[in-house]
Nanobody, 127 residues
Framework: QVQLVESGGGLVQAGGSLRLSCAAS????????MGWFRQAPGKEREIVAG???????YYGDSVKGRFTISRDNAKNTVHLQMNSLKPEDTAVYYC?????????????????????WGQGTQVTVSS
């Protein structure tokens, strides 16, 4: 069974840091893009960061300079380092795997471009 499992969410004060991890099992994602999305109550799911199969990265405007996405292909994992967290970062964070082969450097940014999702992990930032 192919699945993605997130970990590392929790409660943190504004200005703090968290590191999310996403472990893939059942298939390798070393040749596919991976992404992190988030969804706050009453809002649409939005992309936070993405990483291409050759490690190009993309960040949403609201997290640029604060979040860093990385991948460890040997462990079939992707991470999201979140620094300088703000209350508006509070959301459920989802790991997503792109099941489509794409040209080098191509990073999907839309929800519909990802074919596999984790169950989500809650991140709450208190003011």
């Amino acid at each position: 069974q192919v699945q993605l499992v997130e970990s590392g969410g929790g409660l943190v004060q504004a200005g703090g840091s968290l590191r999310l991890s996403c472990a893939a099992s059942g298939r390798t994602f070393s040749n596919n893009a991976m992404g992190w999305f988030r969804q706050a109550p009453g809002k649409e799911r939005e992309i936070v960061a993405g990483i291409s199969r050759d490690n190009d990265t993309y960040y949403g405007d609201s997290v640029k300079g604060r979040f860093t996405i990385s991948r460890d292909n040997a462990k079939n994992t992707v991470h999201l380092q979140m620094n300088s967290l703000k209350p508006e970062d509070t959301a459920v964070y989802y790991c997503a795997g792109d099941l489509t082969w794409r040209p080098r450097g191509r990073i999907p940014t839309h929800v519909l471009e990802y074919g596999l999702w984790g169950q989500g992990t809650q991140v709450t930032v208190s003011s």
